[in-house]
């Protein structure tokens, strides 16, 4: 389906905390953009790592949304933000982890 930008900025996007996931953020990142995630709101807790390196050039590129979340125990803090920040900038949202991955089912597809 293709969204209405009238309505919504984005169909489908994900919000995920990630500390230290550099080195599977960019398979992460093009697994789901094929799959139909047209946007990303990250929130990095604290990660010494090249985590923000790696997202730069999908900020760049406008897909993702890269924020600092520093502190412990910061998930529920993240999404609330999240949902309070973007809920009418998107269709869905989903609230996964780095190390996770979704397929999105259309309505096309059979499903």
């Keep these: ?33 094929p799959a139909g995630v047209d946007h990303f709101y990250i929130y990095d807790n604290d990660s ?24 412990k125990m910061m998930q529920m803090v993240v999404y609330n933000d999240a949902v309070k920040q973007f809920r009418f900038q998107c269709r869905y949202m989903a609230f996964i982890d780095g190390d996770e991955f979704i397929y999105p089912k259309a309505a096309n597809r059979g499903g």
Excluded: S, T
């Excluded at 010494?48 to 502190?71: C, S, T």
């Design 48 to 71: 010494p790592d090249n985590q923000a390196e790696i997202a730069k050039p999908y900020v760049e590129a406008g897909l993702v949304d890269y924020f600092p979340a520093p502190g």
């Design 1 to 33: 389906m293709i969204v209405d930008k009238n309505l919504f900025l984005h169909d489908l996007a994900i919000v995920a905390i990630m500390k230290n996931e550099a080195p599977y953020l960019k398979e992460w990142l093009d697994y789901h953009l």
